[in-house]
């Protein structure tokens, strides 16, 4: 069959029409469920309803893989060790532009899409910020048509599913395949061999040259798993390529011959935890082999992935950096550097001149964090056990970038050590955002701050000799997911007000402001924000029977519990309210429900005891009814994608109070304004350009600013000197150590005091509580006057629209990437 009579059946893969789609879910549940549609239920509705909208997308998938062969097009591949996906469902639905069809096919058997979505699990293969963002980006490259592909790890177990016991977390196993994944096409015949351990051997090659390879290695398989992404109505659809472990021979067969059945497939269960479970620390490097086995695997996997298309249209090597472009989510994949090296010099024979031109020009790199701890290191010794033939590779690299480095600086010979890749010591250590930077034609920060650091200080010697490497691209989330999606009342509203345009060109917000004043305007945005606070209010009842009263201040931190996000001084403020409220219950004007959730990193023993101390704090204040009239504390457990999507358009306030320098950008702070939040929050990560975008009039910002704590530090911070002047503060630190929120255990704070006192208060908590807790009183002020606080309300969602991720991608396009929209073929 020609490809033109197969396109008939492309285009006859299901009709969008609500009709077709209530005929497509009854076919699904007979042929892929087995079961009468009859006795359908919320569950087979999910399941046969993301098998209809699959079909909708596979032919689009089709279409859109060919036209990049056919167009020869550069693609960019997005390397990430994590994409923090959600759920797929009305995403999906949206994109395709049927959610009103979806709706009216599901009203046929009885329930919303909302019902139906309730039955999809997560796809939590991710932390945080860094794995959200890398699914925003690729639905963002879906809708303006950059060709390109996500790659990553299906992981069996994604994100650990926390559960709160006596306060406290507990980490259950995320089994979010159990019952299947409707989205993925699993591609058993379409593997890749991948060689682990083994050692470098030298050899004299028949041309007689002096080679290298890499032999006796262990074998595993690498096992494509697509997801389809969908861009906005536009009929693209990219691939998320997932990558499973599989064994490379179900059987050891020497070993099963010689009747040893049970180790055969002992070796079978051990390359296949491989892609077993994402490790759940969030800027914390790992440093475990399976970590490294983890990165590797999945980088040759898509290193080789991309080879075999390039290789598909005949062109010389040094034609790939025209072809592809390797993006790295941090420095997890970078370990794709000697890996490219190694295929192009051992298995192509090109001359290591000609390899890392190549490589030179095909990689680009993006650094999320500034924070010591989490940049990665690798022990030389585990590498050269799991990589022995990349280790020395890695040398080679090292070895001529000294050169280079010598001959630009001569006679300096400390910088020498300060920028080699290989940090010298008792346990020597592979620097990999070292060899990112050495590798890559371009490395980038994620907001314009962070991208100012990173050249004062990481890689400020880098800067010197490479000064026009370094930039930043600001991140940024999807409107369709975090606005249109999530906030339906409030999306329909803008519509209604400034059209549909502002869901693919989200400058177009800035159309509202001349509304911001208008008072019938105002009062239907305040009934938007009512109808998704009590959303809320019957989610958390249903979910966790919880009850936050929808006319309270709905004031927000959710995101990665950390010491440097500093929940404890939102805590501190909290303990101060109660205080307040001990002495006169009337001293507080505003009622408020502080809201907290968010995961500690399983090994982070601080973060577990900081939800200890809120959950405890919380009991206390909850119970009491001198206070619980004004104040309240909620830890909804479990944060994830699409209880962010719940909680995020009810917030009143959104707290972003991270230590001025340490958060390289945040997308949460962006959601949040986006959906009409006003911020407090630091002089940190994009704060300061929401800050631009939505006038300083309109967002509360306090505290020190980056300069201001680096000189602070310089001085000589002492946490105790600030207590002695700030009567408030003292009292509240006085409450967490006499044990009046740990049923009088007078030690079970001790650890978080002593982060405060006696380790120094590295994230300066204290120097900031009493900028914080003014910008507190003075907010409330602002509610109060309800019309002020609705007009800021709308100028932040007005002013929000810089912080598209379609712009991101845009920057990322042009200046970094070489890229550019496909046209559509006509
Ligand atoms: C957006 C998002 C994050 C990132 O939040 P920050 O406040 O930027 O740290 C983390 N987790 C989830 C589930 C998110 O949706």
Known sequence: MSTKDSDVVLEEMGGLDSESLVESICQHHLSNLGRDYGRSDKFSLYQALAYSLRDRLVGNWIKTQRSYYNRSAKSVYYLSLEFLVGKSLTSNAINLGIEKETEEALGKFGVTLEDAESAEVDAGLGNGGLGRLASCFLDSMATLGIPGYGYGIRYEYGIFKQAIENGEQVELPDDWLHSGNPWEFRRRGFVFTIGLYGREEKYTHDDGSLRHRWTDTAKVMAMPVDMLIPGYKNGNVINMRLWEAQPARRFNLDLFNSGDYIRSMEDAVKTETISKVLYPSDKLSEGRELRLVQQYFFVSATIQDMLRRFEKIKLDFSELPNRAVVHLNETHPAIAIPELMRILIDEHMLNWDQAWRICRRTF??????????????????????????????????????????????????????????????????????????????????????????????????????????????????????????????????????????????????????????????????????????????????????????????????????????????????????????????????????????????????????????????????????????????????????????????????????????????????????????????????????????????????????????????????????????????????????????????????????????????????????????????????????????LKMSILNTAGSGHFSSDRAIMEYATSIWGVHPMEKES
């Open 364 to 789: 680009a790199y993006t650094n999320h964090t500034v924070m010591p701890e989490a940049l990665e290191k690798w022990s030389l010794d585990m590498m050269r056990k799991v990589l022995p033939r990349h280790v020395s590779i890695i040398f080679e690299i090292n070895r001529r970038f000294l050169e280079d480095v010598k001959n630009c600086f001569p006679g300096d010979e400390e910088r020498l050590s300060r920028m080699s890749i290989i940090e010298e010591g008792e346990y020597p250590q592979v620097r990999m955002a070292w060899l990112a930077v050495v590798g890559s034609f371009t490395v980038n920060g994620v907001s314009t701050l962070h991208g100012e650091l990173i050249k004062k200080n990481i890689f400020y010697d880098f800067v010197e000799m490479f000064p026009g490497r370094f930039t930043s691209v600001t991140n940024g989330i999807t409107p369709r997911r975090w606005l249109k999606q999530c906030n339906i009342p409030l999306s329909e509203l803008i519509t209604e007000k400034i059209g549909k345009g502002w869901v693919t060109d989200l400058s177009r917000l800035h159309q509202l402001e001349s509304l911001a004043e208008d008072e019938e305007f105002q009062n239907r945005w305040y009934d938007c924000r009512l109808k998704a606070k009590k959303k809320l209010v019957e989610y958390a009842q249903k979910e966790y029977g919880l009850y936050m009263p929808a006319d309270w201040m709905y004031d927000v931190q959710v995101k990665r519990i950390h010491e440097y996000k500093r929940q404890v001084l939102n805590v501190l403020h909290a303990i101060t309210l109660y205080c307040r409220l001990k002495k006169d219950p009337s001293s507080v004007a505003v009622p408020r429900v502080k809201i907290f959730a968010g995961k500690a990193a399983p090994g982070y023993f601080l973060a577990k005891r900081i939800i200890r101390l809120i959950n405890s704090v919380g009991a206390v204040i909850n119970s009491d009814s001198a206070v619980n009239h004004k104040l309240r504390i909620a830890f909804l457990p479990n944060y994830r994608v699409s209880q962010a999507e719940y909680i995020i358009p009810a917030t009143d306030l959104s707290e972003q109070i991270s230590l001025a320098g340490t958060e390289a950008s945040g997308t949460g702070n962006m959601k949040f304004a986006l959906n009409g939040a006003l911020t407090i929050g630091t002089l940190d990560g994009a704060n300061i350009e929401i800050m631009e975008e939505v006038g300083r009039e309109n967002i509360f910002i306090f505290g020190m600013n980056a300069d201001e704590v680096e000189k602070r530090k310089h001085e000589g911070y002492v946490s105790g000197d600030v207590v002695g002047g700030d009567s408030e503060l003292a009292e509240a630190l006085n409450l967490l150590a006499d044990g009046t929120f740990s049923e009088g255990d007078r030690d079970f704070f001790a650890p978080i005091l002593d982060s405060l006192f006696a380790e120094g208060d590295q994230y300066m908590t204290l120097a900031d509580y009493r900028a914080y807790v003014d910008a507190q009183d003075a907010l409330e002020q602002i509610w109060l006057d309800r019309k002020k606080w």
